[in-house]
């Protein structure tokens, strides 16, 4: 538990921050949170140096498709939170798509052997029931 609450801690205060926002003036925004399944697969196949780099590669696919503003953290080993500030469900629903096709699309080798990505991705736009409620939806969602 105290990994966690290490590797979240800068994206809550941004989280928070955005929150505050949308309270006050009604700027709209979506987390997208993306699950890599075969993660844990090539981790335990091929070592954890090799699950790290498949991520890393993942992490640079995600950020090809993201604007300046948008922010991607760590949520957990393999799952990563993504912030869309000023977007509303139907935008972000566009952007995952995107990641989606990437991630699938996209050929990991791992030494002399290929690897395909097996990611989910879910969406939710904040709304007035409150940030944790929200966050709480898209875990539930996994």
Request: hydrophobic share 40%; glycine share 4%.
């Amino acid at each position: 538990m105290r990994y966690q609450e290490n590797i979240r801690k800068p994206i809550d205060k941004l989280l928070n921050t955005e929150y505050k926002r949308y309270s006050r003036y009604g700027f709209k925004f979506s987390n997208l949170l993306i699950s890599i399944y075969s993660y844990a697969r090539v981790n335990s196949q091929h070592g954890q140096e090799a699950g790290e780099l498949m991520l890393k590669d993942v992490t640079k696919i995600i950020q090809s498709e993201l604007r300046e503003p948008d922010v991607p953290a760590l949520w957990e080993r393999e799952m990563i939170l993504i912030l869309l500030p000023y977007t509303a469900k139907e935008s972000a629903r566009l952007v995952a798509n995107r990641i989606c096709k990437k991630i699938s699309d996209h050929e990991f080798f791992i030494g002399s052997k290929m690897e395909k990505a097996i990611a989910s991705i879910e969406i939710v736009e904040v709304n007035e029931e409150g940030l944790t409620s929200n966050i709480q939806k898209l875990e539930l969602l996994h």
